[in-house]
């Protein structure tokens, strides 16, 4: 690094799977920081073995105290510390912008750096509408609680994406059903790993296919917008079927799309299923 950093908060974002994925700036930042201030320590001691980089690790979570918080400030206004997360990008459901509201509130710099986020790489893995998304983090774990949570959420005319775990994803995917009747869904998980997987269909189905394949690791469930009002009284997958039979994928997408209303790239998606 040509000049030492300033002091500061420099938030870091770190691989969610393959440790290539780190930018050339992060491992800059983390090389001049003082310290870095993370969720585990042992969790990123190897990403910074894997780079090279013996630093200071100070513990940062869910479970950190305002003391814990007023420490990391009184080292900012000093000296500059990087903040990451365990995966991803920093502060997407963890807790560091308490961090970063009060460090800003006493004019204390912050720097963020682009890199790499699970819900992005979901996303653009999906074939969902990716040009308007809501991201709502964890689901309730209790089943009314959940289905409430899924229920306000049935209106908004985007993407819904959610982190989930394993053992609770049959849970979520029933919930789903029967909150969200007909909407399609994508479960994506081992993202950029070497078991990386991106299963998109309806709760029925996906259902199905993890009780014959159990998953494992972090998952992120994305589930598609509200159909058009005029589209529900449709068919989908009979008229997809039927323009298959004399059409291309592509072609019969285009043609239920303007019969329907419905986004024609999740359409095409649907054809090759069914194809």
Known sequence: MEHPLLPGLYIVATPIGNLGDITLRGVEILRGVAAIACEDTRVTGKLLNHLGIKKR????DDHASEGDRERLLAMLAEEPLALVSDAGTPLISDPGYRLVKTARERGIAVTSLPGPSAVIVALTLSG???????FAG??????????????ELAAVPA???FYDTAPRLEDTLQAIAAVLPGREVAVARELTKKFEEC???????????YAAHPPKGEIVLLIGPPLPAAAKDFDIDALLRAELETEKASQ???KVAKLTGLDRKVLYARALELK
């Open 199 to 209: 299963r998109s269909g309806t709760p029925e189905e996906l259902i199905a296919h």
């Open 138 to 151: 964890f689901l309730p774990n209790k089943d009314k609680a959940r289905r409430d949570v899924l229920g």
């Open 57 to 60: 690790m100070i513990r940062y």
């Open 159 to 161: 993407t819904l994406a």
């Open 128 to 134: 969902l509408p990716s040009d308007r998304f809501l």
């Open 252 to 254: 019969a997408a285009g």
